[in-house]
């Protein structure tokens, strides 16, 4: 006999409704006999290590974007390395979350293929940088989302100016205790600018099995595509990119993430990656890919909410019959 799991859900997803879709994915799985039971837990409550006692597996959700999801990191990694218990999403897929310089360790230690990056925590190797780099340049805050905090450098001037404020604080401390610049701190973030591409393409797998696929255009007059709400349903989505946007996935032990791509001369690179994205955007795609166990790519047509597919893929990995 299966083992019995137990699983906890976290009341408070967002406002966008995540909880009652997964409400009905499992309702589905118990329509269908398969043995397992659920109840709604709140782990914002200050007795939550109590309320999360009885349950093998917490499925659960951030509400919030920003330095406000930082606690949920806290608690995930204190489930998985004290409680002993599994999360979907685990810790794998979040501790990068709203992170860009976190980001950028992984792309670049894995050689994933990403935008020409300089990161740097030291003032005079960013002004260093400034004076030989080729411009436009683009200047990323590591947190942020829909291109939030998103800025393109023109030239070296801007660029000084641009850097002096990220080093403000600790430049006055600096001169106020005599240190020199060296010792300050504080951060840059530069992305090479990939010019021709009037849309990014937005990958979101779910494990490794299963993924959806659209357009956004930029907003009008702006590079940017993040958060312009101009989606393209109807562009067709390369199948090799879902291949590769899985493979990460299976390689990171992601339970799901939202790639952002842009082109280059044909050839793909990821500029950032996300758990948090709208399910809405999701459901309204004309369907969803199926990795199959051949490595063939299927596409099933049809709205879909993630959710659903989440449970999918949290029975799938669980082995929950």
Not at 264 to 281: C, F, M, R
Request: charged share 25%; hydrophobic share 35%.
């Amino acid at each position: 006999m299966n083992k019995l799991f137990n699983i906890g859900i976290a009341e408070r997803f967002s406002k966008s409704n995540w909880n009652e879709k997964f409400l009905e994915s499992l309702n589905k799985k118990i329509e269908e006999g398969i043995h397992f039971s659920y109840e709604i837990i709140n782990i914002d409550k200050s007795d939550w290590l109590e309320q999360i006692k009885p349950y093998n597996i917490i499925i659960w959700k951030s509400p919030w974007m920003g330095q406000l999801s930082n606690h949920y990191k806290e608690k995930i990694y204190f489930i998985k390395y004290f409680l002993k218990k599994e999360t979907i999403p685990n810790l794998d897929t979040i501790w990068h979350f709203e992170s860009k310089i976190a980001q950028h360790f992984l792309f670049k230690e894995l050689n994933i293929k990403s935008p020409k990056t300089f990161l740097t925590f030291d003032y005079r190797e960013a002004m260093e940088y400034i004076n030989q780099c080729l411009y436009p340049q683009i200047l990323k805050l590591s947190a942020g989302s829909g291109s939030n905090h998103v800025k393109m450098i023109k030239n070296k001037r801007q660029a000084k100016i641009e850097i002096k404020k990220h080093f403000t604080k600790t430049r006055t401390w600096a001169y106020l205790r005599k240190i020199s610049d060296h010792q300050m701190f504080g951060s840059v973030y530069l992305q090479e600018f990939i010019p021709n591409n009037d849309s990014d393409l937005r990958i979101t797998t779910i494990g490794d099995k299963y993924a959806f696929g659209f357009w956004r255009k930029n907003r009008k007059n702006d590079f940017r595509a993040s958060g312009s709400g101009k989606i393209d349903f109807n562009r067709k989505v390369p199948e090799d990119m879902i291949k590769y946007c899985l493979d990460i996935s299976k390689k990171l032990n992601f339970d799901s993430m939202a790639y952002d791509i842009l082109f280059e001369d044909n050839k793909a690179l990821i500029t950032e990656i996300s758990y948090g994205y709208n399910h809405e955007v999701i459901y309204n795609t004309p369907g969803y890919y199926e990795n199959l166990s051949n490595n063939e790519i299927n596409f099933k047509q049809g709205h879909y909410w993630p959710e659903y597919l989440w449970v999918e893929w949290l029975f799938e990995k669980f082995k929950i019959y």
